[in-house]
């Protein structure tokens, strides 16, 4: 469990409450419990992973508080999401598993990068690969 609470200039200063042995509803609703009322009142937003379990004993112990999934696996579930689409595309398209010199091949590790972060070349190449065939608008847009 992590304090994400920012300071009186905005920064996070996250710091670590407790570790909690177990990853079930029941231990993080035991541990949410035993902080008492007066702490779990004061909890406005839940940042948590996309665990069903997580969220079950967030909505009967925190049920005035927002959950949010957090940033790591926001990202993490997207680039699953556009990794999964590029090789069903990729298989579509050439019949066979990703081989070098295929156009999605070729990109897929530049399109686990942030868009902020890639070079011009980089980006030349993203177009390239797109442009190669007409199915690839789907990974584009995923």
């Known amino acids: 469990m992590v304090d994400l609470t920012t300071d009186e200039n905005g920064q996070v200063r996250a710091r670590l409450l407790d570790l909690v042995q177990g990853r079930t509803r029941a231990a993080y609703a035991d541990w949410l419990e035993a902080r008492g009322e007066e702490f779990t009142e004061g909890v406005d937003v839940v940042t948590l992973d996309p665990f069903q379990g997580y969220k079950s ?84 847009l995923t």
């Open 57 to 140: 004993a967030i909505d009967d112990e925190l049920a005035d508080a927002t959950a949010v999934l957090d940033a790591f696996h926001v990202v993490a579930l997207g680039t699953r999401c556009v990794d999964e689409v590029r090789r069903r595309v990729q298989q579509d398209t050439t019949g066979h598993r990703g081989r070098k010199g295929d156009p999605l091949y070729g990109v897929q590790t530049i399109l686990c990068a942030g868009a902020e972060n890639l070079t011009d070349k980089q980006r030349a190449r993203i177009e390239r690969a797109f442009a190669a065939h007409e199915a690839h608008e789907a990974v584009d």
